[in-house]
């Protein structure tokens, strides 16, 4: 049974790992442990007592709760912080009841990873109430049991008389013994996102986060305490990863009795919500990982359980067609017939998805204008929307399309019909990025514009994909729609508005495969993913960036949520120049594959080299977008990188090596392969023979010339 109560303690168990929770005599709740697994009745309550200590501070701050509040001897971040109607923030919650149910349930208005049969996992609900303001708050569990990947989120309500105004709630807040660890997150920048970050975590407190309205580009919803010791392959890791894609707050903290805390959840600069007497808010839900084997076997847990639990819909396990997009091959200069020839070229060459990318609509011939006029331009498309699509199709080739739903250019229609259609404060100016405002998609009537715009460009273009950009980040983040005393709600009824979109339409063109995209990946979140199965991982399309971009977002997210594309050179972005072989041998590897080039400039060579990389993906995508994945040599700082696909039963493996820099006089790399059977025999695609030992224990070993140079060879095992 994965969850078990007895004596006052819940232990949750699932894979190789189990999290106890204790209810203590004063009802108050406990984290007793988390970590690698331990038989059901383990773990004794009094670990988690200071036996006669004497200190300055009250027990209360040294307990490992697992729901710090504050204004009773707690002085580090609240997991709930509620202001009541008598004026202070004492919250005092202590257990009444609890249940034990088997599956998963979904949560209201929010993404969340789910179930397919209620046997996958089991949930547990504790109840815990302060009676003198009325406040209650539900934590929900579920863990999985073959994965032992828990998710955490909670329900707040305001059961009492009075309105309560809460100003804090963390998805999760997670005691951890011992202060010897490593922070672990993913930061960056518009085209250099999710470069892994480790630092000691020393004695304080390390905060990430996130205020723009969006999870951003330069944090992710992700964190990690790694033990000392922990690599890729082993070591101790405890990450969290947040389901959901507007701000947040992530951090980890030491006290004074030398033990950590990590937490995630909603960023109380930008975040407050009134709760009126029988009023509820739900968090959103939180994973926790633990990995005993290092930061792969973490990444393995959460890459399984977002692709198949966290994705969904008629895309989610299938192969994702080839594409070429025109954004770098045209920018905004392009009409039908150069589109057409585009993707006709593209045909020839084995591409199965034509992608029209910006400025097809209104007047858009720079950034300037236009969004939110969703009626094609008729001086580049003079047959709509529909005469573009129909000759695609013509070429047996599937249709797709760009939109931005969520912006609106104040040089548009749209803008001059409805200016209160944006976030802003009355009386200041609306600050433009990129020339554009966003949206209030708190209101239900901007909703509905959103959700029938994009419904009938969908409609009409008969798009077999649409790649849903967002381009900027929130200023003035606030709806004059609200009231005065809910404004500071703006940001988290944006993003409950944006997934009510996404699931109207999501729900409403089941066969349409969705890619998000943020300033590429600006957005790059599991809240995105449930919606949409693939994001485009960056802006940045140069092959070596795209090396540590693809690392770096591999910490957490499955391959088969990153777009990856082959793009022109020199690279529009870093001016490098690589080698046709290179950009598609890291693409290719990369996820969702496609090219991002005016194809019909190519000469006869390239286009040759071209077919040869695209039946190279669609070889390998099965592999690629499904296999168990694992970084192997990290590109930060080094002259090679290095990862591998296993596929599921194991007669497959894919090894991808490449090189940045060359270096005179070194011997061939050789790097160690890992989950392979150490007894069969592996045949590579020369016909050479090894054995799964020698390249396990050995290494894969691999001659690579020059800088900027590739080998990915494909391992079938011999039966
Ligand atoms: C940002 C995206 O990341 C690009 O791929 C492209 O679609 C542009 N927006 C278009 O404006």
Redesign the pocket.
Same mark, same amino acid.
């Given at each position: 049974m994965p969850i078990v109560y007895r004596n006052r303690v819940f232990t949750l168990s699932g894979g190789d790992i189990s999290y106890v929770l204790h209810v203590n005599e004063d009802g108050k709740l406990m984290n007793l442990y988390w970590g690698k697994r331990v038989p059901d009745h383990a773990v004794h309550p009094e670990l988690s007592d200071y036996p006669g200590f004497a200190s300055f501070d009250l027990p209360v701050y040294w307990l490992p709760s697992e729901l710090p509040t504050l204004g009773q001897g707690w002085y580090g971040t609240p997991a709930v912080d509620v202001l009541n109607a008598q004026g202070d923030h004492v919250v005092d919650l202590r257990v009444t009841e609890h249940r034990i149910i088997p599956g998963k349930k979904g949560l209201p208005g929010l993404p969340a990873v789910y179930t397919e049969e209620d046997g996958e996992a089991c949930s547990l609900e504790i109840d815990l109430a302060d009676p003198l303001t009325g406040l209650a708050v539900t934590l929900q569990y579920a863990v999985f049991e073959a994965s032992g990947a828990i998710t955490r989120s909670m329900r707040i309500i305001n059961a009492g008389p009075d309105p309560l105004s809460l100003r804090g709630a963390l998805a999760a807040s997670v005691p951890l013994w011992g202060s010897d660890y490593d922070v672990l997150h993913l930061k960056g920048s518009w085209a250099r996102e999710r470069t892994p970050v480790r630092t000691p975590l020393g004695q304080g407190k390390y905060e990430i986060g996130s205020q723009r309205g969006a999870s951003g580009h330069e944090e992710n919803p992700f964190l990690a305490l790694c033990g000392k010791g922990a690599g890729e392959h082993s070591g101790e890791v405890w990450g969290v990863s947040l389901v959901y894609s507007g701000s947040f707050l992530a951090g980890a903290s030491t006290d004074n009795a030398g033990n950590s805390r990590l937490y995630m959840g909603m960023n109380p600069q930008v975040f407050s919500w009134l709760l009126q007497p029988g009023e509820s808010f739900q968090t959103p839900e939180a994973v926790l990982v633990y990995s005993s084997r290092g930061l792969n076997g973490m990444s393995r847990i959460y890459h399984r359980l977002y692709r198949t639990r966290l994705a969904r819909g008629f895309w989610r396990d299938r192969p994702r067609p080839v594409l070429i997009?025109n =954004? &770098?091959g045209t920018?905004f200069d392009f009409d039908e017939e150069k589109l057409y020839r585009i993707a006709r070229d593209g045909k020839e060459l084995g591409v199965e998805l034509f992608v029209m #990318? #910006?400025?097809w609509f209104g007047r858009r011939n720079s950034?300037n204008c236009s969004l939110g006029d969703w009626t094609a331009n008729p001086s580049k498309l003079p047959r709509g929307l529909a005469g573009l699509s129909d000759r695609i199709h013509g070429l047996d080739m599937l249709f797709g399309i =760009?939109m &931005?739903p969520e912006m609106i250019s104040p040089d548009s229609d749209l803008f001059r019909a409805h200016p209160d259609w944006c976030l802003h404060v009355p009386g200041r100016a609306r600050t433009e990025e990129?020339n554009q405002l966003i949206l209030d998609l708190t209101r239900k009537e901007v909703r509905e514009y959103v959700t029938e715009a994009v419904s009938s460009v969908l409609r009409e273009s008969r798009a077999d994909y649409l790649?849903w #950009?967002m381009?900027r980040n929130m200023t003035e983040y606030f709806s004059p729609a609200l009231p005065p005393e809910q404004r500071m709600e703006s940001q988290h009824r944006y993003m409950l508005g944006l997934y009510e979109i996404l699931e109207e339409i999501t729900r409403n063109f089941p066969h349409v495969l969705f890619e998000s995209?943020?300033?590429?990946?600006?957005r790059f979140d599991p809240g995105m993913l449930y919606y949409m199965p693939q994001t =485009?991982t960056? #802006?940045n399309t140069d092959a070596v960036s795209r090396l540590g971009i693809q690392y770096g977002t591999s910490i957490v997210y499955p391959i088969s949520a990153m777009g990856a594309h082959v793009s022109a050179v020199p690279n529009h972005q870093c001016r490098r120049t690589t080698s046709m072989e290179m950009r598609g041998d890291v693409a290719l590897c990369g996820g969702a594959f496609g090219f &991002?080039l005016d194809v019909t400039s190519l000469s006869p060579e390239e286009k040759e080299q071209a077919r040869g990389v695209i039946a190279r993906a669609k070889e390998l995508r099965g592999l690629v977008q499904q296999g168990i994945f694992r970084r192997l040599l990290s590109p930060f700082g080094a002259r090679y990188a290095a990862w591998q696909f296993v596929r599921e039963d194991g007669k497959q493996a894919l090894i991808c090596i490449y090189r940045i820099l060359s270096e005179a006089n070194m011997p061939p790399v050789r790097v160690k392969m890992h989950g392979l059977d150490p007894a069969a025999t592996y045949r590579d695609e020369t016909g050479k023979l090894y054995s799964g030992a020698s390249l396990m224990y050995l290494g894969f070993s691999a001659c690579i010339p020059g800088d900027f140079g590739s080998c990915v060879m494909l391992l079938e095992k011999v039966e």
């Open positions: 997009n =954004w &770098e920018y #990318d #910006d400025g950034d =760009w &931005e990129r790649k #950009d381009n995209c943020s300033g590429g990946g600006g =485009w960056s #802006d &991002e």
